[in-house]
């Protein structure tokens, strides 16, 4: 035996940084794949879609549930919200003439309320009218809230220019208003709106202030959410007669309202007339501590059920709906998150299954790469970076189409979509990780073919 | 006497072929000498292939050793193995084998990658090896761009691109017409003068004129070793 033999290294007389290695191997990975262009494009749909359409879901199941959420705050977590309704029955028997409709929310519940719970911090009485306002010859359809000064501390919702009307105005039951956003410019377009008169059926109001617009941003928070709030945010307001709100509101005090008004309020309906006679449309109840908030309501849920013979109110929690609404919000992400793991398994099996074509076609190349000193090692790498650049690009064009779909959806259907920051990351992380997991077993199985039959190969 | 590079001592190759036994070597010995031209002959199925993959470290025999560069390497992991082959080892097959969708420079640098040679200085020797057999011009072809005879001489490239200790020729010129054929065989000829170790294989007594040695085997056991002084 000849001492010139050169010594074994098993290990490789040169070694490279690993970095220049890897790049090599993802350069040959990616030529590999571009060589098979349509075959690479079908194999990585199923991850495209897959991904793009966890984000796209994600992002309007996120916009719906904001919506909601943010609907149900600007009711205020901390109140408790009573509405009259007019009970089902009496509708029937509204066709009978001359007959008047008696239901609602009562002043007496009100005092009942005020006086018996002392968790309750402050309670808005409100009555609701659908009137025409007119000024000097303009007419405006408009729902004329009569109600209480503290209104807008309770529900957050400010004068912006002159003044709300005071409680001396309240007790006297002045023909004093304020106008809601929007309104001043209907009906004053040229002059100021405040000192200006409006005029409902025969009598004038004097103009004292004007409303800010319902803000949304003050919504956000939970902290401002409880003094939020406007009168009919989840729905038409009930039994006013007058149906859903107008676009305008205009407050008046409540003792004006009953008084210009009356409590009876008469509809014509083709052919007949139909009364109903309601004390106060709505009632806000403020609880001072949100803990509260469940049993107050239950106890006004008694008092009210003790002192009315008929179901003609309704009691709406915010607090109750927001975590309804959250319940929702986590059953759908889970179901998301199951439909998300679904695609992505199909569009798994879809690489892999490509790749185990691959590997037995390009058996020989693989026997060729063996024979030149290629560990099973090099051949897994070369097989687990061509899935995982399949699965990742597949991933980018998901991610990049997931973020796409919801603008496009919010600018045709004017449906409100939000892309959680995590979402994209996540999607294209677990595609990513498909890639290794689905290419393990193809490259495992190209690794350990044996070198002598790969070369054999036809 | 030159230096003795590889050594197979009472070497015995068993496989299964479904369910028979097949002894495809039944005991061989032989020595090879650094600088040696060596032809192996004989009959299909007489073991001559396996003896190449043995050979090449691309299989392990049965029982019996096999030295290589003064290491017994037939008890050798796979790892070991494929390094060794990198390393030790210069292929050239019948049918070419270079892989389709790299270029020439490509191919003959695929052996060094796997040694974890930088890639500036693999790019270097391709480059060189390229040149030297002529392919100078065709770098940056592929395979399927080239005829026979140049694919050939790309795989000869590709076989010396490590330096190995011996090139391995499984019918070299099998697929080629006899002009293409006489290219490789000189190409050898001028290997062999420049003191590399060839073994190959080849059913032409033709080809086996030009060696300075041919073993032949029959039934997996060396029929005949002779050695000549090679003449003109």
Redesign the interface.
């Known amino acids: ?2 001492a ?3 010594p ?1 290294n ?7 940084a690993s970095v ?2 890897w790049v ?1 191997t993802v350069q040959l990975g990616m ?2 794949l571009w ?1 098979r262009k349509l075959r690479s494009l079908l194999t990585v749909l199923g991850i495209v879609f897959g991904v793009c359409s966890v984000i796209a879901m994600l992002a309007i199941g996120e916009g719906l549930s904001y919506e909601a959420q943010e609907q149900i705050r600007r009711l205020g977590s901390n109140n408790i919200i009573l509405r009259s309704v007019k009970p089902p029955e009496e509708r029937r028997t509204s066709s009978e003439q001359s007959y008047v409709v008696e239901y609602g929310l009562s002043y007496k519940d009100v005092d009942r309320i005020r006086a018996t719970i002392p968790s309750v911090e402050i309670l808005v009485p409100s009555r609701n009218i659908r009137k025409d306002v007119w000024s000097a010859t303009r007419r405006i359809d408009c729902d004329i809230v009569g109600t209480v000064p503290w209104y807008q501390e309770m529900r957050n919702h400010r004068v912006e220019r002159g003044r709300f009307f005071t409680d001396e105005e309240l007790e006297r039951s002045e023909n004093v208003c304020v106008l809601g956003n929007g309104l001043p410019e209907a009906l004053f377009p040229i002059d100021e709106a405040i000192g200006g008169k409006v005029r409902v059926d025969g009598d004038y109001y004097r103009v004292v202030g004007v409303m800010e617009p319902k803000s949304r941003q003050a919504v956000s928070s939970q902290a401002n959410a409880n003094v939020n709030g406007l009168n009919n945010p989840a729905g038409p307001a009930p039994g006013t007669g007058a149906g859903v709100g107008a676009p305008y509101e205009m407050y008046i005090p409540l003792t004006a309202a009953k008084n210009r008004f009356g409590e009876t309020l008469v509809e014509r309906t083709s052919g007949s007339f139909s009364a109903e006679r309601v004390e106060l449309h709505e009632a806000t109840v403020k609880v001072k501590n949100i803990e509260d908030v469940v049993e107050t309501w239950h106890i006004i849920s008694d008092l009210m059920k003790s002192n009315h013979k008929k179901i003609d109110y309704e009691i709406i929690v915010p607090l109750d709906l927001l975590r309804q609404a959250e319940r929702t919000k986590r059953i759908f992400t889970i179901v998301l998150g199951a439909i998300a793991a679904i695609s992505l398994l199909v569009g798994g099996i879809g690489i892999m299954n490509i790749m185990l074509a691959t590997v037995t076609e390009r058996t ?2 693989i ?12 051949i897994i790498m070369q097989f687990l970076v061509e899935c995982v650049l399949l699965s990742a690009t597949g991933g980018i064009i998901g991610v990049a189409l997931g973020l796409a779909i919801p603008q496009v959806i919010s600018f045709f259907a004017e449906l409100k979509t939000i892309v959680t920051f995590w979402s994209p990351f996540v999607a294209f992380s677990i595609s990513a990780l498909v890639g290794v997991v689905f290419g393990i077993y193809p490259a495992m199985r190209a690794a350990n073919m044996d ?2 039959e790969a ?1 054999r190969h036809e | 006497m030159p230096e003795l590079i590889a050594q197979l001592v009472d070497v015995r190759k068993e496989y299964m072929m479904g369910l028979v036994l097949v002894e495809a070597l039944r005991g061989l010995s032989l020595d090879f000498h650094r600088g040696e031209y060596i032809t192996i002959m004989g009959q299909s199925g007489c073991g001559k292939s396996t003896l190449l993959n043995l050979l090449g470290c691309l299989d392990r025999p049965t029982t019996g050793q096999y030295l290589l560069g003064g290491e017994d390497v037939s008890t050798l992991e796979d790892d070991e193995l494929s390094q060794i082959r990198g390393m030790r080892i210069g292929f050239v097959f019948q049918s070419y084998n270079l892989i389709q969708q790299l270029n020439v420079l490509e191919n003959i640098e695929v052996p060094l990658y796997y040694q974890g040679r930088p890639e500036e200085e693999s790019r270097e020797i391709a480059g060189r090896l390229a040149e030297r057999v002529g392919l100078g011009d065709r770098m940056h072809h592929r395979p399927y761009e080239l005829s026979g005879g140049q694919q050939q001489r790309v795989a000869v490239a590709r076989a010396l691109a490590n330096d190995p200790l011996i090139i391995l020729a499984d019918e070299p010129t099998g697929n080629l017409d006899s002009t293409s054929g006489s290219d490789i065989l000189n190409v050898f000829d001028e290997l062999h003068g420049q003191g590399k170790t060839l073994i190959m294989v080849t059913h032409s007594d033709e080809v086996s004129e030009r060696a300075q040695r041919v073993i032949r085997l029959r039934d997996g056991k060396v029929e005949r070793d002779e050695r000549r002084c090679k003449t003109a």
Request: charged share 40%; glycine share 8%; net charge positive.
């Open positions: 035996m000849s010139a033999a050169k074994l098993t290990r490789g007389p040169f070694r490279v220049q290695r090599r030529k590999s060589l020989r190349e026997g060729i790469r063996r024979a030149l000193g290629a560990k099973r090692k090099d070198p002598v070369l």
